[in-house]
């Protein structure tokens, strides 16, 4: 009996052991060893965080969203990419998988010019070649052969136009799209209501080039994104899992969100459109909360607050982690 009791300490102290080699503080730096990437739009390093160590699970890349970094800087006080990757740390992901990338540097270069909020530098396309270069040396880094990826608003589209041009659906396992602009924002309008298009709140006009992208369900790049098959939108073996809201945020609904006034849902060629359901994508799995203003805790807006909600990061967790089904099976919606 003795024995047996030694045995099963001895087991509850190993289990204890590797409870807390997988725990750990997720940093804002990445390893020595990982290679610089220059980030195309700033001729500067990308910045990010990762960790070296074995790595037990398939890594995880989280993607901010525009006008965002992957952790709070010195410009931006949100970076809550980074809160997410400590709670998954925080459940049994080591911070050698759980990796942030963030390709609009530390958002400092805002200060003397809001209109990039718009610009060519904060376009999906502009930054795709970074997040390829980025998803391939967490792979080479790490050894893994594929990655999950969790994304929040404009990482949504980027991830999916990477994976788009380079028919990368083989090396993502599984994708969490936390309301990302799928089928276009609502803050693109010629419409005078639409105060998003003053320089100061960062130029968001029909000739914009974020606008061109995401400023209608009918523009070129979204058309070519979400083809027009009638089909799925996230073809290939990636599952994928969309958390969206369902009663505002900023970017899709003609409400208040938080401190944020609304703006009239007109697209960027002038036609009204519903852009409530931006976020979904067909053939995805899809979770629809409410009242996740009440997690941003500076704007109270939706938009912001779901990426820093338990209940986005419990879902994240579920999905990440849960067992492999068929993929007919995981069709909701």
């Not at 924002?185 to 209501?193: F, L, V």
């Not at 960027?268 to 899809?286: H, Q, V, Y």
Request: charged content about 20%.
């Amino acid at each position: 009996m003795k024995t047996w009791i030694r045995h099963a300490a001895a087991l509850a102290m190993l289990v204890a052991a590797v409870a807390t080699q997988a725990a750990g503080t997720v940093g804002n730096t990445l390893p020595p060893g990982f290679p610089s990437i220059e980030d195309t739009s700033l001729a500067k390093p990308l910045i990010g965080f990762g960790a070296a160590g074995a790595v037990a699970r398939t890594p995880v890349i989280l993607i901010h969203g525009n006008n965002d970094t992957p952790f709070p800087t010195a410009c931006n006080p949100y970076g809550r990419i980074q809160a997410l990757a400590q709670f998954l740390s925080d459940n049994g992901y080591s911070p050698s998988e759980l990796w942030g990338v963030g390709y609009q540097g530390d958002q400092c270069d805002l200060a003397s010019d809001q209109t990039r909020r718009s610009s060519i530098a904060h376009t999906n396309a502009a930054n795709v070649p970074d997040l390829r270069r980025f998803v391939h040396a967490v792979m080479a880094f790490t050894g893994a052969r594929r990655v999950d990826i969790v994304a929040h608003s404009l990482g949504v589209t980027l991830a999916r136009e990477w994976m788009r041009q380079d028919e990368a659906q083989h090396l993502v396992r599984r994708l969490v799209a936390i309301d990302g602009p799928n089928h276009g924002i609502i803050n693109c309008s010629p419409d005078p209501a639409n105060y998003f298009q003053a320089p100061a709140a960062g130029g968001f006009t029909p000739s914009s080039e974020v606008c061109q992208e995401l400023g209608s369900p009918d523009t070129p790049f979204l058309r070519l994104l979400n083809g027009r098959s009638g089909g799925r939108e996230n073809d290939g073996p990636t599952r994928v899992l969309v958390i969206r809201n369902g009663d505002a945020s900023f970017v899709y609904f003609p409400v208040q969100d938080g401190v944020i006034a609304p703006v009239p849902a007109i697209d960027s060629f002038g036609k009204p459109n519903d852009f409530s359901k931006s976020a979904s994508l067909r053939g995805a799995r899809e979770i629809v909360f409410t009242g996740q203003g009440a997690y941003d805790p500076i704007l109270r807006t939706g938009h912001l607050g779901i990426l820093n909600s338990p209940q986005t990061w419990q879902a994240t967790l579920d999905f990440l982690t849960g067992p492999p089904r068929d993929e007919a099976k995981d069709e909701d919606n």
